[in-house]
């Protein structure tokens, strides 16, 4: 009777802390969402009422060259934002880690950690904009730059040639993104037990074979990392805003940005609802597995 | 990311960072410390190297936003400047009516890192120390809640602003953030609260202390250091965001500061120092704030992003 009742006290009472958090998510997150989803079935100018139009969004999408544009777009700004960077970041981290840190302290390695982690502080658009004025054609620092160094063949109109403005933006991500991997990592690696590494380096492992070490041993962080940004990249708006507007053509057209236009430029609005819940049911599967691959391997190194 | 950065902070006191310091002192102790030999040197050239290349961007446009217009249309970007003028930046900031946005942008985030970690402490609270039956479905619904494509939610959102008369005000966008960045708070929050000491919780119940008295009393107080890394977070996070406010915030006078700098940029008659001083000061504010917050950030972002 008494142990019932210390029971209760203890574990009940706690769903009026819950309710108010869960009614607000539900309004404020929910109930658009699943109207986005309902209005993805209709057609609808945003004036008026939707009507019923079932499929007839998702089969314009999949014959709509643009979208399958953006998408293939996507892949290679993922490239950019989450390969790219992790597999630098990686080497940076490995570098200030195990040559830096040990020869020259830590005051060298915190300097270049911090240096290398700037950008990451801006909001992307600022990014943007300092970039979309370096690479501007006229009175930009790059162009200026190369036509400085007597290579005025090089200099282009970056982000306005079909060829060099989405290789431009993904080079602009990268700058960005960087930082993110290489402070995660810098972390990760400072739970190796410095003796393991030691270890290696007395039996003759060569650097290659030390990083491939590393590499193993803080694959937690690379998979949280690569979920992160992966996820982040398939949401990128910003920096397409200011710098092309997806242009030239469809060269930099990105899915969230064609479902900007969509929704606020032509009057699509149920076309842009489709479009952004396909995005939404890939974010949500990488999300998934994202989860799973973390509890896998978690059980894999308790298992260990 | 950035919210881009959802990265968990699983613990609640993170430890003391044991990383390069402790490697040193270790080395030192044992005089192991590696030789600086050539290829040592070069490597650190190099790195420096690439940290100054990285960096060189906000070189450039620092530079270029303290010039005046002709000296720029003379010399050219790469020129240092020879007489330095804050006239251009000021003329940018009475024409967009910076310290108009830099207020919106303090408003919306001050207000969103306040009242999201408000939002998240009673669910992570009931999450973390009540552990309610079918908390991981609970746990779901908020990450999910983060996750989701603001894409997604933006027509309806938009739609009901408007609806209700929220539209163009700078409490719509406080009201979305809150409860996107909360949800993610709840998430976070909730594992940290996982590992609070069940002793102190049992005791003060057993003792006959109300759940309401338990959070407000034992759990926040106890809490507090990782309430603030939660509340800077928020706070950069929002003042970072761009496309909600983008949709929601049309009028000049309520928007905020990403938003002003990338219409600026926009308008065919910003010139390119103007442009210049519109980059320097849409992202002078991020640097301070990393300075100031910088042990809070990099703490946050990297503590525990594995549990």
């Not at chain 1, 092309?244 to 479902?259: D, H, K, L, N, W």
């Not at chain 2, 290829?39 to 450039?60: D, H, K, N, Y």
Request: glycine share 8%; with cysteine.
């Amino acid at each position: 009777m008494q142990k019932r009742r210390v029971s209760k006290v203890l574990h009940q009472g706690y769903g009026p802390f819950l309710l108010p958090g869960l009614l607000l998510v539900g309004l404020v997150v929910g109930v658009p969402f699943l109207t986005n989803v309902v209005v993805s079935f209709t057609r609808w100018t945003g004036v008026g009422w939707p009507r019923f139009a079932g499929l007839a969004n998702y089969r314009r999408a999949l014959a709509d060259s643009t979208f399958w544009a953006s998408f293939q777009n996507n892949l290679i700004l993922i490239l950019a934002v989450t390969v790219i960077p992790t597999l630098l970041g990686l080497v940076v981290a490995m570098v200030l880690y195990d040559t830096v840190a040990r020869r020259f302290g830590a005051g060298a390695v915190s300097v270049l950690k911090a240096g290398l982690y700037v950008p990451q502080v801006l909001p992307v658009v600022v990014a943007g904009i300092v970039w979309g004025w370096i690479l501007d054609p006229g009175g930009g620092a790059l162009n200026a730059l190369l036509r400085a160094a007597g290579l005025s063949g090089l200099a282009r109109s970056w982000l306005g040639d079909p060829a060099t403005a989405l290789p431009s933006v993904g080079g602009i991500m990268v700058w960005f993104q960087l930082g993110y991997p290489l402070v995660i990592f810098m972390a990760a690696v400072q739970r190796i037990d410095p003796q393991i590494l030691e270890a290696a380096e007395l039996d003759g492992a060569r650097w290659r074979h030390r990083f491939h070490l590393v590499t193993h041993l803080i694959r937690p962080e690379i998979l949280v990392v690569v979920l992160t940004t992966t996820i982040y990249a398939l949401k990128l708006f910003g920096p397409i805003y200011v710098l092309t507007r997806g242009g030239p053509g469809t060269a930099t057209i990105v899915p969230s940005y064609f479902a900007y236009q969509a929704f606020f430029e032509r009057a699509q609005v149920g076309y842009g609802a489709a479009i952004t819940t396909l995005m939404t049911v890939i974010i949500l599967a990488l999300t998934a597995f994202f989860i799973r691959a973390q509890h896998h391997q978690e059980r894999a190194m308790e298992g260990r | 990311m950035k919210a881009r950065k959802a990265i968990p902070v699983n613990e609640p006191q993170p430890a003391p960072e044991p990383g390069v310091g402790a490697l040193r002192a270790r080395g030192s102790v044992r005089s192991r410390r590696g030789r600086r030999n050539l290829t040592a040197w070069t490597v650190l050239l190099v790195l420096f190297l690439f940290m100054g290349l990285v960096l060189s961007p906000f070189l450039v446009v620092a530079m270029n936003a303290v010039k005046s217009a002709t000296e720029y249309s003379n010399l050219g970007p790469l020129a240092l400047p020879r007489h330095l003028t804050l006239e251009v930046i000021q003329r940018f900031w009475e024409r967009v009516d910076f310290s108009g946005k830099l207020w919106n942008s303090f408003v919306i985030s001050g207000s969103v890192a306040v009242l999201a970690t408000l939002f998240a402490l009673p669910s992570a609270f009931a999450l973390g120390i009540g552990r309610l039956r079918g908390r991981a479905a609970y746990l779901v619904v908020f990450i999910v809640a983060n996750t989701l494509p603001h894409e997604a939610l933006a027509y309806p959102i938009y739609t009901f602003a408007k609806a209700l008369g929220l539209y163009d005000t700078r409490l719509s966008v406080v009201i979305v953030f809150t409860v996107i960045q909360g949800a993610f708070g709840t998430y976070l929050l909730s594992s940290v609260l996982s590992a609070f000491p069940r002793e102190l919780v049992e005791a003060a119940l057993v003792d006959g202390c109300s759940k309401l008295q338990l959070l407000v009393r034992i759990v926040t107080p106890v809490s507090l250091p990782t309430l603030a890394v939660l509340f800077t977070f928020f706070f950069i996070w929002t003042w970072n965001e761009f496309f909600l406010p983008l949709i929601l915030l049309v009028s000049d006078a309520r928007q905020t500061v990403p938003i002003a700098v990338s219409v600026a940029q926009g308008q065919h008659n910003v010139d390119a120092t103007m442009a210049s001083a519109s980059a320097l000061l849409g992202f002078l504010p991020c640097i301070a704030f990393f300075l100031l917050f910088q042990r809070t950030l990099t703490r946050g972002v990297t503590a525990g992003s594995v549990k």
